[in-house]
Each structure stands twice: as structure tokens, then as C-alpha cells.
């Protein structure tokens, strides 16, 4: 199971570090993925991170403003989002998905329930 915390209201330029825990003990054999769904659109890839830490990926729109990092002893996935703008409003999903970075959302067979992520202008 995923949990996503740490969504809120948050004005622009302000910044939101959201959490994601994971259960179970093949944390580390998983790359972790954020996505988010703006209302009306599609859910759309962020960012992910392999299952050991040392290799990420970010989408183009959120590329030097968030960060995506893991905790393996504690089954965590972190994504510090800084620089926050309007655009970046969305409920915020992490997901567990095979492979090394896996980006396409069929490729990530456990999700968490979502996190809203609210920024005002």
C-alpha cells in the first residue's frame, strides 16, 4: 500500500514537500513515481527515482523547481516542489512500477490515493 501526504494550499512561489509510504519490504526493488492530474486532464508523468536512488527522471515542466528523493529504511519516496505555480495545481499520485525508470503509467501497477496540491496566484 502507498500513502501520499503533505498536499495543501500553497501561494505561488511558495514551496510543498510531499510524502509518500510505503508498505511491505521490497521497497528498494521498486522505482517510485509521482504523477498528478490537473482537473479535466489526464493524469501525466512528474518525476521518478530507481529503486536504489541513483538514477531520476523529471518531466520537462517541473524540471529544476522539484525534487524527487527515497528513504529505503524507511519505505519513503519525498518530492520537494519549489518555484510553485498556478499550472502546478493537480492531485499529486505516487506509484510503485517496474523497471529501472519506468515513466508510462502502465508500467507502475501500484498507486497511492492522492495528495491535492493547490497553488494560488
Known amino acids: 500500500q502507498l500513502q501520499a501526504s503533505g498536499g495543501g494550499l500553497v501561494q505561488a512561489g511558495g514551496s510543498l514537500r510531499l510524502s509518500c509510504a510505503a508498505s511491505?519490504?521490497?521497497?528498494?526493488?521498486?522505482?517510485m513515481g509521482w504523477f498528478r492530474q490537473a482537473p479535466g486532464k489526464e493524469r501525466v508523468f512528474v518525476a521518478v527515482i530507481s529503486g536504489s536512488g541513483g538514477r531520476i527522471y523529471y518531466a520537462d515542466s517541473i524540471k529544476g523547481r522539484f525534487t524527487i528523493s527515497r528513504d529505503n529504511a524507511k519505505n519513503t519516496v519525498y518530492l520537494q516542489m519549489n518555484s510553485l505555480k498556478a499550472e502546478d495545481t493537480a492531485v499529486y499520485y505516487c506509484?510503485?512500477?517496474?523497471?529501472?525508470?519506468?515513466?508510462?503509467?502502465?508500467?507502475?501497477?501500484?498507486w497511492g490515493q492522492g495528495t491535492q496540491v493547490t497553488v494560488s496566484s
Open positions: 511491505g519490504r521490497t521497497f528498494s526493488s521498486y522505482g
Open positions: 506509484a510503485a512500477g517496474y523497471g529501472v525508470l519506468p515513466r508510462r503509467r502502465d508500467e507502475y501497477p501500484y
